[in-house]
């Protein structure tokens, strides 16, 4: 796979980039050991791959009712269901780790229905998929169900806004043919992995 291009799209060379996008890429890779294909992919356009991290961050680094487990719940179902190799595979990985349970992410992306989740991550997944998939379908009743879940309505925008936003994500990484790096495929299926 190391031989295959990452992107139907021209990748800059890292001396080329605005400073603050190196700056954010090297720091990436620092965390992690290696550089996500997405921080390359997108880096050719560095107003959008500003706009993209910082409402990335805004939505699945904050303080929230969701823990960020769950999230990447949501980024995993929705991405399996929008086809996004990409966003499986690297969200699965970060899923895995943040979860620390090698098996749920397959288990999300495959079928979250059946996955080993408790009801009330089931009720956030079929609302996150709804939006993913049939958002005009969206009535109040759907939000009822939320809030006697215990959601409150910041958790309820937070879901939507990270199935939203992944749809977008999703959308572009398979515009591009972006491939998800070697690195994700064992992260959080062996013990002693870095966290991210």
């Not at 990447?72 to 969200?91: D, W």
């Not at 098996?103 to 609302?127: C, E, G, V, W």
């Not at 994500?169 to 062996?190: I, K, V």
Request: proline residues 5%.
């Amino acid at each position: 796979m190391k031989n295959k291009p990452i992107s139907r799209f021209l990748i800059p060379e890292l001396d080329e980039l605005p400073e603050d996008v190196r700056e954010r890429i090297m720091q990436v890779q620092q965390k992690t050991g290696f550089v996500p294909n997405v921080f390359l992919a997108l880096s050719r356009r560095p107003d959008e791959f500003r706009a993209f991290f910082a409402y990335h961050d805004a939505l699945m680094e904050k303080e929230s009712g969701l823990s960020k487990g769950e999230r990447e719940m949501i980024v995993v179902a929705t991405s399996g269901l929008n086809q996004c190799t990409y966003c499986v595979v690297a969200h699965g990985a970060i899923l895995r780790i943040r979860e620390k349970n090698p098996l749920l992410s397959d288990q999300i992306a495959s079928n979250y229905r059946k996955a080993d989740i408790t009801p009330r991550q089931k009720l956030m997944l079929d609302f996150a998929v709804k939006v993913s998939q049939r958002a005009y379908e969206i009535e109040e009743s759907d939000l009822q169900m939320l809030h006697q879940q215990g959601f409150t309505d910041d958790d309820i925008w937070d879901i939507a806004a990270i199935s939203a936003f992944f749809g977008l994500s999703n959308r572009m990484a398979n515009l591009s043919g972006m491939r998800p790096n070697e690195e994700f495929y064992l992260m959080g299926r062996l013990p002693q992995e870095k966290s991210i």
